[in-house]
């Protein structure tokens, strides 16, 4: 049952980040856009951490561009949102201290360095 288990969060943790990626792709529409967005705002009910630590690997990754990282911070805005909203609806968005840590910091260090004009 273990190695089952471990294939179905590989599978899981594949499908979260083939999404997530999806998003940077400037030929999706809009619909494409809102369709990706709601998959992972339903993946982020079931596994939180997963999509937060995911959102933030390629926030943090070096090949993001501007535009994707504005997409993936409104899309971490929803799912916190939704979380917050939803409750007891929602599996418990438990996110550790390390990891609030290192997003603040990344925020943080994101925001004293961009320009006025950058829409981030």
Known sequence: ???SMDKERECEKDVVYSLLRAKSLAS???QVQLAINSSIIQLAKANCLLVVSAIFALLEGPSSSDQHQL???RLLC???ETQRSEGEG???C???KTLARNMTRFLVSEVSNINHT???
Do not use: E, K
């Open 71 to 73: 997409q993936l911070l």
């Open 94 to 96: 438990n996110i550790d």
């Open 28 to 30: 999706s529409t809009q």
């Open 118 to 120: 950058d829409p981030r």
């Open 1 to 3: 049952i273990s190695a």
């Open 90 to 92: 929602v599996a418990a």
């Open 78 to 80: 929803q799912i916190l």
